[in-house]
């Protein structure tokens, strides 16, 4: 797209058709969801839609990639809060179908959560639709560079990159929590369809590594290759790196 306003709208309406689509064949629709800047004009106009358009988000149920460790919901920085601040506040979602990965539980407790989390998806019968951004070393949720294609919802630690990346919303980079809890790339390689969007120059070199290079645990975007299918919704800053 050439910029980033027409792909994120490409994508909200990709999104709607499949909720509508669920409606109509009275099924649930099972969403995964990223935070962070890149989704912010999707989930706008999703907003949108919803009270313009009266699309409903009564059957839809979500699963968020990931979550600071430890956070409390209420942080500003919170992916809880993030979520409702741009989505979940203004349409008409149950509270109880929103599962967003807890940075509040005790650190004994995490593991147990991670795997309740894993068996909370599967529940709902999987993911039909992962929405994912990519971090500037090629992560997706917050699989690191390094993480195993088999990996699973987990503790991990932030790489400086990614805390010097998201440093902006805290006072200092020592405030960046240093771990966070993320779904796994097999979590993610599950789901049935798969978006990913990159906006602006700074994700060029990422999404070329993740199309046109082979795949590779170091750049964890790339692993996507072997997913039957995904779809890279890209502006023309973030494409200029293809050949
Ligand atoms: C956030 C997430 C991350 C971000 C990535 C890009 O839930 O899963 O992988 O998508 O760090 O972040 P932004 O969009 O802020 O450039």
New binding site residues.
């Given amino acids: 797209y050439e910029n980033s306003n027409d792909g994120s709208i490409a994508i909200a309406r990709q999104i709607a058709e499949l909720i509508r689509a669920k409606q109509k064949a009275k099924q649930k629709c099972v969403l995964g969801l ?6 912010k004009t999707v989930y706008a106009e999703l907003v949108r839609m919803h009270k313009e358009e009266k699309l409903s988000f009564k059957n839809v149920v979500t699963f ?3 979550e600071y460790y430890p956070i409390s919901r209420d942080a500003i920085q919170s ?1 809880y809060r993030f979520m409702h601040t741009h989505l979940f506040a203004h349409v008409d979602i149950h509270p109880k179908n929103i599962h967003i990965p807890s940075g509040e539980v005790s650190k004994e407790a995490v593991k147990a959560a991670c795997a309740e989390y894993e068996k909370e998806i599967e529940k709902e019968g999987g993911i039909d639709l992962q929405i ?5 070393n090629g ?4 699989n690191e560079p390094g993480s195993a294609v088999h990996s699973r919802t987990r503790l991990i630690n932030l790489d400086h990159s ?1 805390r010097l ?2 440093s902006f919303e805290f006072a200092t980079i020592s405030d960046v929590p240093r771990m966070a809890i ?1 779904m796994g790339i097999s979590t993610i390689l599950k789901s049935r369809k798969i978006i990913l969007m990159a906006w602006g120059v700074a ?1 060029a070199k990422a999404v070329k590594a993740a199309v046109e290079d082979d795949e590779t645990e170091l750049v964890p975007a790339s692993l996507l290759q072997s997913h039957p299918d995904v779809q890279f919704v890209v502006d023309e800053l973030a494409a200029s790196e293809l050949t």
Wanted: proline residues 4%.
């Fill in positions: 990223a935070t962070g800047s890149s989704p968020n990639l990931d992916y994912l951004g990519i971090g500037n992560h997706i949720g917050f990614t990346a998201n993320t994700k």
